[in-house]
């Protein structure tokens, strides 16, 4: 694995049964796009991806280095990660969430308006999260003409950061 930023695709929601399986919280689409990942990082370690099955609530994953329940326990909290290179490739106008965090928000007039911290949905549509230069957080929905993703910066309309 490389030193590049990673990216969280889930969270070891705890043990499944006696055999070492892991019950993961995702933060990526839904299992298939967990599942062709062959090696993650969990904490700081490199693990190889044996199986993902779906689950409700939680999919069920089993790492070749974990062989029993108490190796699977120990594991309860940690990220699920990757780095960004090894995402699928994106079409025109798609973006990943991970891109987004950091990035500068500016009016159109190029007036800097603070930077990207978080990125949210639930269920309408994508919402930034900015924090202002004076430490305050606003949402603001990324859509068009309210944010644009321009050449690395989003340019927001200063109305919704009321």
């Not at 490389?2 to 689409?29: M, Q, S």
């Amino acid at each position: 694995m490389t030193d590049e930023k990673p990216v969280t695709l889930a969270a070891i929601a705890g043990a499944h049964g006696l055999g070492g399986e892991v019950r993961l919280k995702l933060f990526a689409e839904g299992v298939d796009s967990i599942k062709w990942h062959k090696r993650v990082k969990v904490g700081e370690r490199e693990l190889t991806m044996s199986s993902v099955k779906p689950s409700s609530p939680f999919p069920i994953a089993r790492f070749a280095e974990i062989a029993d329940r108490n190796a699977a326990e120990a594991l309860r909290g940690q990220l699920v990660t990757v780095p960004r290179s090894a995402l699928p490739p994106l079409a025109d106008g798609e973006y990943y969430h991970a891109d987004l965090i950091g990035l500068p928000c500016e009016s159109r007039d190029g007036e800097a308006l603070g930077s990207i911290v978080a990125v949210e949905n639930f269920g309408a549509g994508d919402i930034i999260e900015i924090e202002r230069p004076d430490g305050r957080k606003v949402m603001v929905p990324f859509r068009d003409g309210i944010a644009d993703l321009v050449d690395a910066r989003m340019i927001v309309d200063p109305v919704f950061l009321a």
